[in-house]
Protein backbone atom coordinates (compact mmCIF):
# COMPACT_ATOMS: atom_id res chain seq x y z
CA UNK A 1 0.00 0.00 0.00
CA UNK A 2 1.49 3.03 -0.60
CA UNK A 3 1.56 5.61 1.75
CA UNK A 4 -0.06 8.76 1.63
CA UNK A 5 2.03 12.17 1.45
CA UNK A 6 3.30 13.83 4.32
CA UNK A 7 1.42 16.65 4.74
CA UNK A 8 2.15 20.08 7.24
CA UNK A 9 0.87 22.89 8.43
CA UNK A 10 -0.06 25.54 6.35
CA UNK A 11 2.36 28.72 6.89
CA UNK A 12 1.74 32.46 5.60
CA UNK A 13 4.16 31.61 2.77
CA UNK A 14 1.53 29.60 1.26
CA UNK A 15 -1.09 31.98 1.12
CA UNK A 16 -1.89 34.86 -1.93
CA UNK A 17 -4.35 36.94 -2.09
CA UNK A 18 -5.64 38.19 -5.25
CA UNK A 19 -7.28 41.48 -5.83
CA UNK A 20 -7.82 43.97 -8.56
CA UNK A 21 -6.13 47.15 -7.20
CA UNK A 22 -2.94 48.76 -5.70
CA UNK A 23 -5.42 50.32 -3.21
CA UNK A 24 -6.53 46.75 -2.02
CA UNK A 25 -3.01 45.33 -1.93
CA UNK A 26 -2.01 48.35 0.16
CA UNK A 27 -4.86 48.20 2.47
CA UNK A 28 -4.82 44.38 2.98
CA UNK A 29 -1.03 44.63 3.80
CA UNK A 30 -1.71 47.45 6.22
CA UNK A 31 -4.67 45.03 8.17
CA UNK A 32 -2.71 41.95 7.89
CA UNK A 33 0.55 43.56 9.52
CA UNK A 34 -1.74 45.61 12.38
CA UNK A 35 -2.60 42.04 13.34
CA UNK A 36 0.83 40.78 13.17
CA UNK A 37 0.90 38.39 9.83
CA UNK A 38 3.64 39.09 7.58
CA UNK A 39 2.55 40.03 4.43
CA UNK A 40 4.44 41.61 1.05
CA UNK A 41 2.62 42.91 -2.05
CA UNK A 42 3.90 44.65 -5.10
CA UNK A 43 4.13 48.24 -5.98
CA UNK A 44 3.14 50.83 -9.02
CA UNK A 45 5.97 52.91 -6.99
CA UNK A 46 9.41 53.32 -8.07
CA UNK A 47 12.08 52.58 -5.95
CA UNK A 48 12.83 56.86 -6.29
CA UNK A 49 9.88 57.76 -4.60
CA UNK A 50 10.21 55.71 -1.53
CA UNK A 51 11.45 56.61 1.55
CA UNK A 52 14.36 55.18 1.48
CA UNK A 53 15.60 57.15 -1.60
CA UNK A 54 14.63 61.01 0.63
CA UNK A 55 16.96 59.33 3.34
CA UNK A 56 19.78 58.35 1.02
CA UNK A 57 20.02 61.70 -0.34
CA UNK A 58 19.80 63.60 2.89
CA UNK A 59 23.16 61.54 3.25
CA UNK A 60 24.52 62.31 0.24
CA UNK A 61 24.08 66.03 1.03
CA UNK A 62 25.13 65.87 3.93
CA UNK A 63 28.86 64.13 2.51
CA UNK A 64 28.78 66.49 0.06
CA UNK A 65 28.82 69.06 3.27
CA UNK A 66 31.52 67.66 5.25
CA UNK A 67 29.41 67.83 8.31
CA UNK A 68 29.20 70.94 8.07
CA UNK A 69 25.75 71.97 6.73
CA UNK A 70 22.32 71.84 8.02
CA UNK A 71 21.89 68.59 5.73
CA UNK A 72 24.27 66.64 8.52
CA UNK A 73 21.14 67.07 10.85
CA UNK A 74 18.91 65.91 8.34
CA UNK A 75 20.80 62.76 7.61
CA UNK A 76 21.44 62.01 11.17
CA UNK A 77 17.61 61.93 12.49
CA UNK A 78 16.61 59.58 9.29
CA UNK A 79 16.18 55.94 9.97
CA UNK A 80 19.62 54.97 8.27
CA UNK A 81 21.09 56.54 11.52
CA UNK A 82 18.25 56.72 14.07
CA UNK A 83 18.91 59.90 16.20
CA UNK A 84 15.69 61.39 17.95
CA UNK A 85 15.19 64.58 17.63
CA UNK A 86 15.73 64.90 21.35
CA UNK A 87 19.13 63.41 20.82
CA UNK A 88 20.01 65.57 18.16
CA UNK A 89 18.82 68.43 20.42
CA UNK A 90 20.88 67.54 22.93
CA UNK A 91 23.96 66.93 21.14
CA UNK A 92 23.89 70.14 18.97
CA UNK A 93 23.41 71.84 22.53
CA UNK A 94 26.44 69.61 24.22
CA UNK A 95 28.28 70.64 21.37
CA UNK A 96 27.38 74.24 20.71
CA UNK A 97 27.41 73.63 17.18
CA UNK A 98 27.51 76.21 14.45
CA UNK A 99 24.14 77.11 13.90
CA UNK A 100 22.21 75.56 16.27
CA UNK A 101 19.32 77.66 16.99
CA UNK A 102 18.62 78.34 20.64
CA UNK A 103 19.87 75.00 21.49
CA UNK A 104 18.42 73.69 25.18
CA UNK A 105 19.45 70.04 25.97
CA UNK A 106 16.07 68.71 26.78
CA UNK A 107 15.67 66.91 30.08
CA UNK A 108 16.39 63.85 31.19
CA UNK A 109 19.16 61.65 31.00
CA UNK A 110 21.63 62.68 27.89
CA UNK A 111 22.28 60.39 24.60
CA UNK A 112 25.21 57.51 24.74
CA UNK A 113 28.82 58.39 23.20
CA UNK A 114 27.57 57.30 19.78
CA UNK A 115 24.85 60.32 19.92
CA UNK A 116 27.63 62.39 20.27
CA UNK A 117 27.59 65.45 17.44
CA UNK A 118 31.63 65.87 16.95
CA UNK A 119 31.81 62.55 16.24
CA UNK A 120 28.70 62.37 13.78
CA UNK A 121 30.61 65.06 11.78
CA UNK A 122 34.07 63.68 12.10
CA UNK A 123 32.30 60.74 10.29
CA UNK A 124 31.04 62.61 7.56
CA UNK A 125 34.15 64.65 7.08
CA UNK A 126 36.17 60.97 7.01
CA UNK A 127 33.91 59.80 4.09
CA UNK A 128 33.88 62.84 2.03
CA UNK A 129 37.60 62.40 2.41
CA UNK A 130 37.75 58.62 1.05
CA UNK A 131 35.37 59.41 -1.81
CA UNK A 132 37.72 60.52 -4.41
CA UNK A 133 40.03 57.20 -3.49
CA UNK A 134 36.58 54.90 -2.86
CA UNK A 135 33.78 55.92 -4.62
CA UNK A 136 30.22 55.44 -3.41
CA UNK A 137 29.74 51.93 -3.15
CA UNK A 138 32.94 51.32 -0.25
CA UNK A 139 31.76 54.37 1.33
CA UNK A 140 28.74 53.49 2.01
CA UNK A 141 29.09 50.19 2.75
CA UNK A 142 31.77 51.09 5.70
CA UNK A 143 28.84 53.30 6.80
CA UNK A 144 26.11 50.63 6.93
CA UNK A 145 28.25 48.15 8.37
CA UNK A 146 30.54 50.62 11.35
CA UNK A 147 26.54 52.09 12.05
CA UNK A 148 24.34 49.26 11.92
CA UNK A 149 22.26 50.71 8.85
CA UNK A 150 20.47 47.55 8.02
CA UNK A 151 20.12 45.80 11.67
CA UNK A 152 18.74 49.09 12.24
CA UNK A 153 16.31 48.85 9.55
CA UNK A 154 15.23 45.63 9.84
CA UNK A 155 14.35 46.15 13.84
CA UNK A 156 11.06 48.35 12.70
CA UNK A 157 7.94 47.26 11.88
CA UNK A 158 8.40 47.89 8.00
CA UNK A 159 11.99 46.97 7.73
CA UNK A 160 12.04 44.79 5.20
CA UNK A 161 10.46 46.92 2.76
CA UNK A 162 12.76 49.74 3.79
CA UNK A 163 15.61 47.79 3.58
CA UNK A 164 14.86 46.16 0.26
CA UNK A 165 14.68 49.45 -0.86
CA UNK A 166 18.30 50.42 0.45
CA UNK A 167 19.98 47.93 -1.01
CA UNK A 168 18.62 48.41 -4.88
CA UNK A 169 19.05 52.15 -4.54
CA UNK A 170 22.15 50.89 -3.47
CA UNK A 171 22.68 48.92 -6.96
CA UNK A 172 21.30 51.62 -9.08
CA UNK A 173 23.59 54.15 -7.31
CA UNK A 174 26.87 52.34 -7.50
CA UNK A 175 25.74 52.21 -11.56
CA UNK A 176 25.96 55.49 -12.04
CA UNK A 177 28.85 56.55 -9.81
CA UNK A 178 30.52 54.13 -11.93
CA UNK A 179 29.57 55.42 -15.17
CA UNK A 180 30.62 59.38 -14.39
CA UNK A 181 32.52 58.67 -11.41
CA UNK A 182 29.83 61.36 -9.10
CA UNK A 183 30.69 63.45 -6.11
CA UNK A 184 28.54 62.94 -3.30
CA UNK A 185 26.37 65.79 -4.69
CA UNK A 186 26.30 65.36 -8.01
CA UNK A 187 24.83 61.80 -7.42
CA UNK A 188 22.21 63.39 -4.74
CA UNK A 189 21.33 65.65 -7.45
CA UNK A 190 20.78 62.47 -9.88
CA UNK A 191 18.70 60.68 -7.31
CA UNK A 192 16.51 63.76 -7.27
CA UNK A 193 16.02 63.74 -10.68
CA UNK A 194 14.89 59.80 -10.80
CA UNK A 195 11.56 60.92 -9.45
CA UNK A 196 9.64 60.71 -12.23
CA UNK A 197 11.16 57.64 -13.47
CA UNK A 198 9.12 54.97 -14.54
CA UNK A 199 11.11 51.70 -16.01
CA UNK A 200 10.46 48.32 -15.34
CA UNK A 201 13.45 47.85 -13.27
CA UNK A 202 13.17 50.95 -11.45
CA UNK A 203 9.68 49.52 -9.30
CA UNK A 204 10.02 48.48 -5.81
CA UNK A 205 11.56 45.19 -5.60
CA UNK A 206 9.31 42.60 -3.48
CA UNK A 207 10.51 41.93 0.31
CA UNK A 208 11.22 38.40 0.75
CA UNK A 209 8.25 36.18 0.87
CA UNK A 210 9.87 33.13 2.27
CA UNK A 211 7.56 33.09 5.03
CA UNK A 212 4.77 35.70 4.10
CA UNK A 213 1.12 36.34 2.81
CA UNK A 214 1.83 37.12 -0.95
CA UNK A 215 -0.93 39.82 -2.01
CA UNK A 216 -1.05 40.34 -5.94
CA UNK A 217 -3.22 41.50 -8.67
CA UNK A 218 -4.93 39.97 -10.86
CA UNK A 219 -2.80 40.97 -13.69
CA UNK A 220 0.75 40.40 -11.80
CA UNK A 221 -0.44 37.04 -10.82
CA UNK A 222 -0.81 35.68 -14.74
CA UNK A 223 1.41 32.37 -15.50
CA UNK A 224 2.06 31.78 -12.03
CA UNK A 225 0.56 29.68 -9.10
CA UNK A 226 0.44 29.51 -5.88
CA UNK A 227 -0.82 26.87 -3.03
CA UNK A 228 -3.54 28.48 -1.94
CA UNK A 229 -5.18 31.38 -3.09
CA UNK A 230 -7.88 33.95 -1.34
CA UNK A 231 -10.26 35.74 -3.80
CA UNK A 232 -11.56 38.18 -1.21
CA UNK A 233 -12.72 40.83 -4.00
CA UNK A 234 -14.08 38.48 -6.77
CA UNK A 235 -17.79 39.84 -6.13
CA UNK A 236 -17.14 43.51 -7.00
CA UNK A 237 -18.43 44.80 -10.01
CA UNK A 238 -17.47 48.23 -11.44
CA UNK A 239 -20.64 50.47 -12.16
CA UNK A 240 -21.50 50.56 -15.80
CA UNK A 241 -22.97 54.72 -15.43
CA UNK A 242 -22.21 56.25 -18.73
CA UNK A 243 -18.97 58.20 -17.19
CA UNK A 244 -20.41 61.31 -19.85
CA UNK A 245 -16.98 61.65 -21.57
CA UNK A 246 -15.85 60.01 -24.74
CA UNK A 247 -16.47 56.42 -24.83
CA UNK A 248 -13.02 54.24 -26.22
CA UNK A 249 -14.20 50.89 -27.80
CA UNK A 250 -12.10 48.44 -29.21
CA UNK A 251 -13.73 46.16 -32.59
CA UNK A 252 -11.19 43.70 -33.21
CA UNK A 253 -7.84 45.22 -33.83
CA UNK A 254 -9.57 48.63 -34.42
CA UNK A 255 -10.10 51.55 -31.84
CA UNK A 256 -12.69 53.75 -31.88
CA UNK A 257 -13.12 56.75 -29.90
CA UNK A 258 -17.06 57.34 -29.47
CA UNK A 259 -18.36 61.70 -29.23
CA UNK A 260 -21.86 61.18 -29.38
CA UNK A 261 -23.68 63.04 -26.75
CA UNK A 262 -25.27 61.59 -23.92
CA UNK A 263 -29.13 60.70 -24.35
CA UNK A 264 -28.39 60.37 -27.81
CA UNK A 265 -29.68 56.60 -29.65
CA UNK A 266 -25.99 56.34 -30.86
CA UNK A 267 -24.26 56.84 -27.74
CA UNK A 268 -26.57 54.48 -25.77
CA UNK A 269 -25.72 51.62 -28.83
CA UNK A 270 -21.78 52.44 -28.01
CA UNK A 271 -22.25 52.61 -24.09
CA UNK A 272 -23.93 48.79 -24.22
CA UNK A 273 -21.25 47.71 -26.51
CA UNK A 274 -18.43 49.25 -23.99
CA UNK A 275 -20.55 46.95 -21.19
CA UNK A 276 -20.79 44.09 -22.92
CA UNK A 277 -16.70 44.16 -23.29
CA UNK A 278 -15.95 45.05 -19.92
CA UNK A 279 -18.39 41.92 -19.11
CA UNK A 280 -16.24 39.89 -21.09
CA UNK A 281 -13.19 41.57 -19.56
CA UNK A 282 -14.29 40.60 -16.05
CA UNK A 283 -14.95 37.10 -17.04
CA UNK A 284 -11.23 36.70 -18.14
CA UNK A 285 -9.84 38.30 -14.93
CA UNK A 286 -12.40 35.89 -13.00
CA UNK A 287 -10.62 33.18 -14.73
CA UNK A 288 -6.89 34.38 -14.42
CA UNK A 289 -7.66 34.86 -10.55
CA UNK A 290 -10.22 31.23 -10.31
CA UNK A 291 -7.26 29.26 -11.93
CA UNK A 292 -3.98 30.48 -9.36
CA UNK A 293 -4.21 27.55 -7.12
CA UNK A 294 -2.42 24.30 -7.01
CA UNK A 295 -4.26 22.95 -3.90
CA UNK A 296 -7.12 25.35 -2.93
CA UNK A 297 -9.36 28.75 -3.84
CA UNK A 298 -11.25 30.50 -1.21
CA UNK A 299 -14.04 32.72 -2.89
CA UNK A 300 -15.89 35.43 -1.15
CA UNK A 301 -18.83 36.39 -2.59
CA UNK A 302 -20.88 39.68 -1.18
CA UNK A 303 -22.06 41.80 0.45
CA UNK A 304 -25.15 41.01 -0.61
CA UNK A 305 -28.13 43.69 -0.56
CA UNK A 306 -25.29 46.45 0.53
CA UNK A 307 -26.22 49.87 -1.18
CA UNK A 308 -28.48 48.43 -3.70
CA UNK A 309 -25.50 46.13 -4.78
CA UNK A 310 -27.25 43.48 -8.17
CA UNK A 311 -25.59 39.89 -7.26
CA UNK A 312 -25.78 39.17 -10.58
CA UNK A 313 -24.25 42.18 -12.04
CA UNK A 314 -20.10 40.78 -11.18
CA UNK A 315 -18.60 37.99 -13.19
CA UNK A 316 -18.61 35.94 -10.23
CA UNK A 317 -22.42 36.41 -9.25
CA UNK A 318 -22.93 35.88 -13.55
CA UNK A 319 -21.22 32.19 -12.67
CA UNK A 320 -23.20 31.78 -9.99
CA UNK A 321 -26.62 32.91 -10.15
CA UNK A 322 -26.98 31.84 -14.45
CA UNK A 323 -30.22 32.03 -15.29
CA UNK A 324 -31.56 33.48 -11.48
CA UNK A 325 -30.33 37.00 -13.11
CA UNK A 326 -31.31 39.17 -16.07
CA UNK A 327 -28.23 40.54 -16.46
CA UNK A 328 -26.66 39.52 -19.71
CA UNK A 329 -24.59 37.08 -20.11
Not at 3 to 12: G, L
Not at 166 to 178: P, T, Y
Not at 304 to 309: A, E, F, H, R
Request: net charge neutral.
Amino acid sequence: VTPPPPTRAVVPGDLAIIVATHQQAAELRSALGAVGVPAVAASTATVYESAAAAWITAWLDAVAGGGRTRAARRAVVTPLFGWSMRELAWSLAHAGAAGASSPVAPGGEPPGPERDWSRWAERLRRAAERWPREGFARVFDREARECGIFERLLARAAGERDATDVRHLFELLNAEDRRVRSSPSSLAAWLRDQADSSAEEHAQRLESDEDAVRIATVHASKGLEYPIVLLPYAWEHRSGRDPGGPLILRDGDRTRLSLWQPGTPEREADRRALAAEERREEIRRLYVALTRAAHQTVVWFGPLGSKGLDPGASALGRLLLRGATADPQ
